[in-house]
C-alpha cells in the first residue's frame, strides 16, 4: 500500500507562473485535505473535499484552486504563483463518516516542497 | 477565527530528562489527535482523544484532552534521541471535519 502519494516532490517556479500539484491515496478515503506549512505556523488548511464530488474553502484559500477528480485524487493548482506561496504542501486523507460524530485521523503524503522566486 | 496554540515552541532537553507540551483551544473541541513529524517528515497520527478528561498512554507517552475539552497535553517520559520531532496537537469542532492544527513544539534530545 502506497497509502498517500504527492507528485512532485520538489518544484521551483518563477513568479507568475502556474503549476498543478498532485495528489492521490489507495486507502479508499472520502476526505482529502491540502495544507502547507510555514516555519512557526504549524499546518494551515487550504481547501478540502469532504467527499468525492464536493470541495471547501480552509483557512487559507487564497491563490488556490483545487479539484477532486474522483475518490483517489485530489489536486491543488497555483494560477500564478506569488513568492508568498513558498512552502511545504501536504496533502492527506482520512475516512470520515457523514455526519462527522467520529472523526478518523489524517494520512499525510511526503509533501512536496515547492520554492518561487 | 479559531485558534489553537502550543507551549512550548521551542525545547530541547538531555536525554533521560522528562518532555510536556501544552496544547490549548480558542473553542471546545469534540477530539484531539495528536501528530508527530521528524525532521524532512510528513505528520503522522499518535493517537485520538475524544472524552472529557481522558488520559492515554502509549509507553512513555501520556495524552491528556481536558475537562472542559479546551486543551490537552503530551508528556514523554525519559526521553530518547528517538523522540525528536515537533509534536502537533490537533482538533476537530463540533460538526466538522476540518481538522485545525496547533502551531507545534519541536523537541531536540542531546545524548
Known amino acids: 500500500n502506497a497509502g498517500v502519494t504527492q507528485t512532485p516532490k520538489f518544484q521551483v517556479l518563477k513568479t507568475g507562473q502556474s503549476m498543478t500539484l498532485q495528489c492521490a491515496q489507495d486507502?479508499?478515503?472520502?476526505?482529502m485535505y491540502w495544507y502547507r506549512q510555514d516555519p512557526g505556523m504549524g499546518l494551515r488548511l487550504i481547501y478540502y473535499?469532504?467527499?468525492?464530488?464536493?470541495?471547501d474553502k480552509g483557512e487559507v484559500p487564497n491563490g488556490y484552486n483545487v479539484s477532486r477528480l474522483n475518490k483517489r485524487e485530489f489536486s491543488l493548482r497555483l494560477e500564478s504563483a506569488a513568492p508568498s506561496q513558498t512552502s511545504v504542501y501536504f496533502c492527506?486523507?482520512?475516512?470520515?463518516?457523514?455526519?462527522?460524530?467520529?472523526?478518523?485521523?489524517?494520512?499525510f503524503g511526503d509533501g512536496t516542497r515547492l520554492s518561487i522566486l | 477565527g479559531q485558534q489553537v496554540m502550543q507551549i512550548p515552541q521551542y525545547q530541547h532537553v538531555q536525554e533521560g530528562e522528562d518532555f510536556t507540551t501544552y496544547c490549548n483551544s480558542s473553542?471546545?473541541?469534540?477530539?484531539i489527535q495528536w501528530y508527530k513529524q521528524r525532521p524532512g517528515g510528513h505528520p503522522v497520527f499518535l493517537i485520538q482523544l475524544v472524552k472529557s478528561g481522558e488520559v492515554k498512554k502509549q509507553k512513555r507517552l501520556t495524552f491528556q484532552f481536558g475537562e472542559a475539552k479546551k486543551n490537552s497535553s503530551l508528556h514523554i517520559t525519559a526521553t530518547q534521541t528517538t523522540d525528536v520531532g515537533t509534536y502537533f496537537c490537533a482538533g476537530h469542532t463540533l460538526n466538522t471535519d476540518k481538522l485545525i492544527f496547533g502551531t507545534g513544539t519541536r523537541l531536540q534530545v542531546f545524548p
Open positions: 486507502m479508499n478515503h472520502n476526505s
Open positions: 492527506a486523507s482520512s475516512e470520515n463518516p457523514i455526519p462527522y460524530s467520529n472523526n478518523q485521523p489524517q494520512h
Open positions: 473535499s469532504a467527499s468525492e464530488g464536493t470541495t
Open positions: 473553542t471546545t473541541l469534540s477530539n
